[in-house]
């Protein structure tokens, strides 16, 4: 892995340490997260609520809010129609709950992964017309589904498309779909990020731009409640925008900062604060009485809530997230936590599987990696793409086999747009959609080869073998013995932490070893020493190193993380060490 040391203006740096009275490391960081200024910096650490941006930023708002309301005063039945991942159930949970709230007579709908797959789907559109509803809401899905949106006209549905994902653009004659003007499906009407009023800032656009599905969901409840409600109504929907948009991987950066630093505030308050669902999530994790990071919602609260989606059906969650009951909150909570750990046994062997296929291949000369196989459940294959993905730094997209036809999902590395990657190779796909760094699709088996072909020459031609080369950005070389209680404390108030807003990475050279164990699993725990002063350290799944780069005496360069670890009471500094390279 090579270290990158953040490009950071020096004079910059200084002056905001001066005029905004920060420690000069803590001005750094916030230089390499892009403020560099007073004014930015006291926004970003007060993150307050009232600077919300306003619903009508979206140019079809009002058109959407108004035949909401119209449906709420005739009676219509409304139905939201969200994706079967967390951002898609939590959104269809928090509309779901804002329009019960406004007197709506509402339902809601979950594809099944399995039998429907992604997104909008005619044949379900019909079942859903034939309960009477006129309104559907789509929430995390529908962007790209023109023929769908045709499907509801002709059933005399109006439908209301939520997304954030990419749009497609007007085919330019080259078949790839490569013209700039983005094609819309004709829905009744459209909220995206990306369809904003003219008039709207360059500022504001970058504060809205980053919301995932649940998040744009959010602001159509903000447009609904908005002359009916105060702030502290409409943040009691927070816990749902953050598990949904930290479980998306959405940058922990503009409007998605201020959503997710509130909501988790939310999500660490007491159980008699929570809806019963969030309680019993928390109770099944683990997390009763625990303050909850991204990290908590990302790697224990998410996998439970995703995983009735991925093995069974996603209607699980949304009765969880939806229910009044504590005891059938539990029952729910609980039924997922044994899903869950199926998932993970599953996963486990298609990971072992998907790896020994990539150790069969030249990985050096390979742009992309492109796995398939009959055996593999579809439900699973978009967490072992990534951990693939962590494995052997290659776009990775794991394909399951049915009919002859596979259903495929794709993770990607900087510097790889995959959503534009899948555009290329669009002739061989029957559909896809998604992001740059993540994105699913179906194809027909014959097509397999000519995509792996195609994909794989299309990465190695953008990122080239430098490309492939890991890099780990740190922000700032230092002595340890700079590092104290109450600077870590500065630190922490940048969280929450998440893409776009990364944890502190420092580094730091003539660090000895004077203490060295495996605790855990494979967790390397150290005592390092600088110059007379000791500090406790923990290398997290590096417990193979010991006896190869670490042992007792020897000297090493790292860069870490400052945390603040409490145990039984007290309090000590302990340095989470990310990479460690051998000095002699």
């Not at 001066?18 to 750094?28: M, N, Q, T, V």
């Not at 909401?68 to 951002?87: L, P, S």
């Not at 699709?441 to 490309?467: C, H, M, W, Y």
């Not at 944890?503 to 725990?525: D, Q």
Request: proline share 3%; glycine share 10%; with cysteine.
């Amino acid at each position: 892995m090579k270290w990158v040391l953040a490009q950071s203006d020096d004079a910059v740096a200084a002056a905001l340490s001066d005029k905004a009275g920060l420690h000069p490391l803590i001005a750094r960081l916030m230089v390499n997260r892009g403020i560099t200024e007073p004014a930015a910096v006291q926004a970003f650490l007060a993150c307050d609520f009232s600077t919300l941006s306003s619903p009508g930023v979206f140019s079809q708002m009002p058109k959407a809010v108004n035949r909401i309301r119209k449906a709420i005063d005739t009676r219509e039945k409304i139905t939201v129609y969200g994706d079967y991942d967390v951002d898609g159930v939590t959104g269809t949970s928090l509309l779901f709950l804002v329009l019960r709230a406004l007197g709506a007579q509402a339902a809601w709908y979950i594809p099944d992964r399995l039998a429907e797959g992604y997104g909008l789907n005619a044949r379900a559109l019909k079942m859903i017309q034939s309960t009477g509803t006129k309104l559907v809401i789509s929430v995390d899905c529908g962007i790209t589904a023109s023929r769908e949106a045709e499907a509801a006209r002709s059933l005399g549905i109006d439908l209301i498309i939520t997304d954030h994902h990419e749009f497609k653009n007007q085919d330019d004659g080259s078949g790839c779909g490569n013209s700039q003007a983005p094609v819309f499906p004709e829905a009744y009407a459209v909220l995206h990020p990306s369809l904003l009023d003219d008039g709207v800032t360059p500022e504001i656009r970058e504060q809205v731009g980053c919301l995932t599905g649940v998040g744009v969901a959010f602001k159509l409840a903000q447009g609904l409640l908005e002359a009916t409600s105060d702030d502290a109504q409409l943040q009691t929907y927070l816990d749902l925008v953050t598990l949904g948009t930290v479980a998306d991987v959405g940058k922990i950066t503009g409007e998605n900062r201020l959503l997710v630093k509130h909501g988790l505030e939310l999500l660490s308050s007491g159980a008699e604060k929570q809806r019963p669902g969030i309680a019993a999530l928390k109770r099944v994790s683990g997390l009763d009485g625990k303050k909850i990071s991204t990290g908590s919602v990302g790697f224990s609260i998410a996998p439970r809530l995703n995983a009735g989606g991925r093995l069974e059906r996603a209607d699980m969650s949304v009765r969880l997230l939806t229910t009044d009951s504590p005891e059938e909150a539990l029952s729910l909570a609980s039924d997922l936590d044994g899903i869950n750990r199926e998932r993970q046994s599953v996963e486990e062997n298609i990971r072992e599987a998907a790896r020994r296929l990539c150790h069969q291949m030249d990985i050096d000369a390979t742009g992309a990696l492109v796995l398939c196989s009959e055996d593999w459940h579809p439900g699973v294959i978009g967490i072992v793409a990534s951990r693939i993905v962590e494995e052997f730094y290659r776009p990775t997209a794991l394909i399951c086999l049915k009919d002859g036809v596979g259903k495929g999902s794709a993770r990607s590395i900087p510097g790889f747009d995959l959503y534009a990657g899948l555009v290329s190779c669009s002739d061989l796909l029957i559909n896809f959609g998604g992001h740059k760094v993540a994105a699913g699709f179906t194809i027909a088996k014959e097509n397999i080869p000519q995509f792996r072909d195609r994909l794989g020459s299309l990465v190695l031609k953008q990122v080239g073998t430098q490309g492939f080369t890991r890099t780990l950005l740190v922000d700032a070389g230092v002595a340890p013995e700079e590092i104290n209680s109450d600077l870590v404390r500065q630190i922490e108030r940048m969280a929450p932490f998440g893409q776009g807003n990364p944890e502190a990475r420092l580094g730091a050279r003539g660090l000895e070893v004077v203490a060295s164990r495996i605790v855990g699993s494979n967790h390397l725990k150290l005592k390092l020493r600088q110059q007379g002063a000791f500090f406790e350290a923990i290398a997290f799944n590096q417990g193979d190193l010991l006896g190869k780069q670490v042992w007792n005496g020897s000297r090493l360069a790292a860069v870490f993380t400052p945390r603040l670890n409490v145990w039984n009471g007290k309090t000590s500094l302990e340095l989470d060490i990310k990479d460690i390279k051998t000095e002699k």
